[in-house]
């Protein structure tokens, strides 16, 4: 998870930031600011990887910010004012947005900065902790390790949970499985996806998890037994 803090003097700003942010599974925003005394504080006693800061600001600039802050994180500026750019880009800023941008431009600045937090970090594992599923007119965020297996239903999945109803989302099981972390989820049957870390027993090609019993496919049975093997 790449740790980032948001600075900005306009609360509604911010609050475009945290939505953005709570939709990209990599990107753990710790905390927000409008003030610029109370984000040094927060990075004096905490090491931030990523900055999501304003440029102009009334106090201090974003800019300014940056050059003063003790250590030196990724950082992309917000601003909406174009003329800013070139000294941004000039202290190798990872990316700088426009206001007001989009979601999608969004993402095109947080995959750059994945990018560049990987090439920095090459021993590091960006695995998500969660998906995010729309369900029941709402997007809901699901926990990894809560996920016991998948079931297809046509044009649906249904998603079943650890101590919690199962979900039914209108999404395809391959669809499913891209979402999913291959070291973690296997596919043992067209209709079915488990999780390797919930099986708790599999016998006559039937994996048990959670009481219930999964049926292992003859075409997926040797890559499921070399998976489960390891």
Do not use: W
């Amino acid at each position: 998870m790449i740790r980032a803090i948001a600075l900005d003097d306009e609360p509604p700003a911010l609050q475009v930031l945290e939505t953005f942010c709570s939709q990209v599974n990599y990107i753990d925003l710790k905390r927000c600011f409008t003030k610029t005394d109370e984000a040094f504080d927060y990075l004096d006693k905490n090491e931030v990887d990523l900055l999501l800061l304003d440029i102009h600001m009334p106090a201090l600039s974003g800019i300014d910010f940056y050059k003063r802050t003790g250590q030196k994180p990724m950082v992309i500026f917000t601003t909406a004012y174009s003329e800013y750019a070139v000294e941004g880009f000039n202290l190798n800023a990872i990316d700088y947005l426009l206001k007001p941008f989009t979601q999608k431009r969004f993402l095109q600045a947080v995959e750059k900065a994945k990018e560049h937090y990987m090439t920095l970090h090459p021993a590091a594992k960006m695995e998500q902790p969660y998906i995010l599923i729309r369900a029941d007119y709402s997007l809901i965020k699901v926990m990894i390790d809560d996920i016991l297996f998948v079931e297809s239903l046509d044009d649906y999945v249904r998603i079943h949970l650890v101590e919690q109803k199962p979900l039914l989302a209108r999404l395809t099981l391959k669809a499913l499985l891209e979402k999913l972390s291959p070291e973690l989820f296997i596919r043992v049957h067209r209709s079915f996806i488990v999780s390797i870390h919930h099986i708790e027993k599999v016998r006559n090609k039937m994996i048990l998890i959670a009481g219930t019993e999964i049926p292992l496919s003859s075409s997926y049975e040797d890559f499921f037994f070399e998976r489960f093997n390891k």
